[in-house]
């Protein structure tokens, strides 16, 4: 079970040029609007066709522009779930699930029978009951979403692809339907891929990552590996880190942070590429004295979100435009924001990230 | 008022009714066979070949008529060729009828079904192909209800532009009583030998069909629309 990409594609002035290989499991895309990610999604289903390069899945050929091969659509076996779930209009909750029945649809005894068991099913399954005669303008964004599907998944697709499944829904409704679509996924033995500009969306549902921009992938892995060393300054934004400085290399495991004005003491090995050192507002720590790897911290600005603080941190030694972010978890809605503000701030050696600019 | 009844030849308004209707089956295949060739074309292309296929709208029906006349004339390469092979006549014949209201109310045609279409999702096409559901059955369950209203109207109002036809017909198919005229040459025919009682009553009956028809159109168009309107 394994995915290996290499297309080009050349469209409204913008080139894309993506590799990839991945083996089994979730995988998640994750860029910009408009860095070609849901374009690379088509060309694996098959509704675009790229210029030029190879998709094979599973050891299938897909696509391979030199020897001639572009499977249709339909040929593929590849779900696709559309931004706005494109659910028949015309067509009830029932029919739109048995349009994604393969297998025989004539008369002939058992293929009729066999869809109604299968569509019951499904229906079961994906808690549509007493939905199967309403129209989908008649169902809510979670219903609807079901019913997608419900309708990709009878057809027993051998990989499933994601387009922001939820860029539509906001607040509780998501959470509720990224719950139920992990329930669902659960038991899916094929592949899946996840398009999304949601780094926390790519983290819930995804074991492996890809960073894109501008139409190439930037960089590709594990997830969790993609979090902690993203190794390239736009890969480390991507993931949304806010907080970075150029460098000046000391020695293996010292640099000095040019924007920050301090010299940092790194757990892993600074490499002679490295232009720069990044690091999560999250993962500093308060501290009562100077030490090494401390900041000064001067508060030069506050933004207060639901759970937590957010402190926008300068000091007489950083560069004028420099300043650092640093997220603090609100303990409860009453504590106030100048309320256990330390006078520095500790950047943990094992949570800096060396970043190359290219 | 019987004896009036009584002296009509109604044979105009059959005549109509079936050009109009022979020529509404053809105007709707070849419309949306059209709407969807049309659609799969380069824009430049396409912008090309929408207007040829508009033309007929926008012209003076007498122009289509004199081209009619040109291409069906047994004179000419296509009309001996119809002639010799099928011993089809199309002038001053009730073909002739056909074809001049099929060629004035395709565009009615084409046009509606092409901006139906181009309502239609593409993101619904692409998801049937995904599933597996092969192009015609793409097209016929998913692409034809969707348009559906918009395919209805334009059939209607395709039938209303055939039954009324006047100036394409009267110049290639001509006006005989019986065989070729239709209730509007048969209006105009009447007026010009003074017979306006006869005139109006024809007049009366175009009036009552074209009502029956705009209020067809207006519940087919209403169906539907499960969207709230603007107003």
Sequence with gaps: ?358 | MTEFLQSINWSPLWISLKTGLVATVIAFFLGIFCARKVMKLHPTARGILDGILTMPLVLPPTVAGFFLLLIFSVKRPLGSFLLENFDWKIVQTWKGCVIAAAVIAFPLMYRNARAAFEQVDVNLIYAGETLGMSDSRIFWKVVMPTAAPGIASGTVLAFARAIGEYGATSMLAGNILGKTRTVSVAIASETAAGNYGMAGFWVAVIILISFVIVAAINVVSGRGMKTKRWM
């Design chain 1, 1 to 358: 079970m394994a995915v290996s990409i290499d297309i080009q594609k050349k469209f409204r002035g913008f080139e894309l040029r993506v590799k990839l290989e991945s083996g089994s499991g979730a995988m998640g895309i994750l860029g910009a609007s408009g860095s070609g990610k849901s374009m690379t999604l088509r060309c694996i289903a098959g509704i675009e066709k790229p210029d030029a390069g190879r998709i094979i899945v599973n050891g299938k050929t897909m696509f391979d522009s030199e020897r001639g091969i572009n499977l249709k659509p339909q040929e593929r076996r590849i779900g696709y779930l559309f931004q706005n779930y494109a659910l028949f209009p015309t067509m009830t909750v029932e029919e739109n699930i048995g349009c994604g029945f393969r297998g025989r649809r004539n008369s002939t005894c058992g293929g009729k029978a066999e869809r109604a068991v299968k569509i019951g099913d499904f229906i079961q399954r994906y808690q549509l009951q007493g939905l199967e005669k309403h129209y989908p303008s008649q169902l809510s964004g979670g219903q609807q979403q079901r019913v997608a599907l419900a309708r990709m998944m009878i057809g027993e697709p051998e990989m499933i692809l994601l387009d922001e499944p939820f860029s539509a829904l906001d607040g509780y409704l998501k959470d509720v339907m990224q719950r139920d679509m992990q329930d669902f996924l659960k038991d899916y033995p094929g592949d899946m891929m996840l398009v999304t500009h949601s780094r926390d969306e790519a983290y819930k549902f995804c074991t492996h990552l890809m960073l894109m921009r501008e139409g190439r992938a930037m960089i590709s892995g594990e997830i969790k590996e993609i979090f902690e060393h993203p190794k390239l300054l736009d890969a480390a934004r991507l993931t949304g880190c806010k907080n970075f400085s150029r460098i000046e290399r000391l020695d293996e495991h010292h640099l000095y942070a040019l924007d920050w004005g301090i010299r940092l003491a790194v757990e892993e090995a600074v490499g002679q590429d490295v232009t720069h050192v990044g690091i999560r507002g999250h993962w500093m720590r308060p501290a009562e004295e100077e030490r090494e790897n401390c900041l000064p911290v001067e508060v030069t600005e506050y933004i207060e979100t639901t759970f937590e603080h957010q402190y926008m941190i300068k000091n007489p030694r950083m560069a004028e435009t420099q300043c650092v972010w640093w997220m603090r978890p609100k303990s409860s809605f009453s504590e106030r924001a100048d309320e256990g503000v330390p006078p520095y701030l500790c950047l943990p050696p094992e949570h800096l990230m060396l970043l190359r600019e290219n």
